[in-house]
């Protein structure tokens, strides 16, 4: 059974950096993808960050590219988020999320196992 549990949300002034570290249990398919996906108030999830785990591949949505990066460490089964330059436009709800990935910019993936989300909140 895959658990993800979200820790590192916060408040941060725009132009600041937060991490954001994804627990799992469970994740043994290394054939998945692991990735962060943000929710702001009146707007639709959407992804920010993907990884796949065999291979380290990684992929960014546009608004984010050149300040957030995503990475894991496999001994400790954690994923991390780490956020600069921070926006007051990326201040959201960010899950963690373990899914099966056929194409990361068509938006072709199949959510697996969601967190439970940590917000983020970028005042300016």
């Known amino acids: 059974q895959v658990q993800l549990v979200e820790s590192g949300g916060g408040s941060v002034q725009a132009e600041g950096s937060v991490r954001l570290s994804c627990a799992a249990s469970?994740?043994?398919?290394?054939?998945?993808?692991m990735g962060w996906f943000r929710q702001a108030p009146g707007k639709e999830r959407e992804g920010v960050a993907g990884i796949t785990l065999w291979s380290g591949f990684t992929y960014y949505n546009d608004s984010v590219e050149g300040r957030f990066t995503i990475s894991r460490d496999n001994a400790k089964n954690t994923l991390y988020l780490q956020m600069n330059s921070l926006k007051p436009e990326d201040t959201a709800v960010y899950y963690c999320?373990?899914?099966?990935?056929?194409?990361?910019?068509?938006?072709?993936?199949?959510?697996?196992?969601w967190g439970q989300g940590t917000q983020v909140t970028v005042s300016s």
């Open positions: 469970g994740v043994s398919d290394k054939n998945r993808s």
């Open positions: 999320a373990y899914l099966r990935v056929r194409s990361w910019s068509a938006s072709d993936y199949a959510v697996l196992n």
